[in-house]
């Protein structure tokens, strides 16, 4: 069964502060990695992904994240953060023909 | 292009009511996901309906049920609803490896 493991719930960070998201999964085919934001009262949005190739994936609004296979990590990063990257954000795996598991999420809470 | 809708935006039941939600998928997806969106629980897998078969369902028990028409929209259905229910819920539908999500529909039940 597949898994996702994120590991800070709720995160504040001061303005121009780095961000790095934990996330581990569990997941026994091949995998595809995801990083959605959900900023407030905003549909949950596709940050970015992992199918193949690079493990160095860079997504939307400068963030990035890594996949690092013998790790089963897959966390997002950003080197400074803004007040409007205020979000929730959900580690995910899977996809494709079956369904996405969602980690339980992080709340991001940027002060200006 | 259009993306994923979802209706009504809001819903209010009571205790023992039937919830009935509706997702329209993006032109040209076949797949529909729906998951629920509890406080604290993240999201939950529920349906995934595909070509207008049911091919996989979360943990959750079968007064959660759905279905989707010949156009590929998709309805849940949520029957006796208690009190834990009251959640956003999501729909997706999906092109290859990429699911698009919908704006959710908030039910409360009192």
């Known amino acids: 069964a597949q898994s996702v493991s994120q590991h800070n719930h709720h995160v504040i960070l001061s303005e121009a502060a780095s961000l790095e998201l934990g996330c581990n999964y569990s997941y026994g085919g091949t995998v595809n990695l995801f990083w959605y934001v959900q900023y407030p009262g905003q549909h949950l949005q596709l940050l970015l992904k992992?199918?193949?190739?690079?493990?160095l994936v860079k997504g939307i609004k400068g963030f990035e994240a890594e996949f690092i296979k013998s790790k089963f990590s897959f966390n997002l990063r950003k080197p400074s953060v803004q007040w409007s990257d205020t979000a929730e954000y959900f580690c995910a795996v899977g996809g494709g023909y079956q369904k996405v598991t969602f980690g339980i999420g992080t709340k991001l809470q940027v002060i200006p | 292009e259009a993306g994923v809708t979802q209706s009504p935006t809001h819903l209010i039941k009571t205790r023992g009511q039937q919830a009935t939600l509706r997702c329209s998928p993006i032109s040209g997806h076949t797949s529909v996901y729906w998951y629920q969106q509890a406080l604290g629980l993240g999201l939950q897998f529920l349906l995934w309906?595909?070509?207008?078969?049911?091919?996989n369902r979360g943990n959750f028990p079968p007064r959660f049920s759905g279905r989707q028409f010949p156009n590929y929209s998709s309805e849940l259905n949520v029957n006796a609803l208690e009190l834990e229910d009251s959640a956003l819920y999501l729909c997706?539908?999906?092109?290859?490896?990429?699911?698009?999500f919908g704006p959710g529909t908030r039910l409360t039940v009192l």
């Open positions: 997706a539908s999906r092109l290859v490896n990429e699911q698009f």
């Open positions: 309906y595909d070509e207008g078969e049911e091919r």
């Open positions: 992992y199918f193949s190739g690079d493990p």
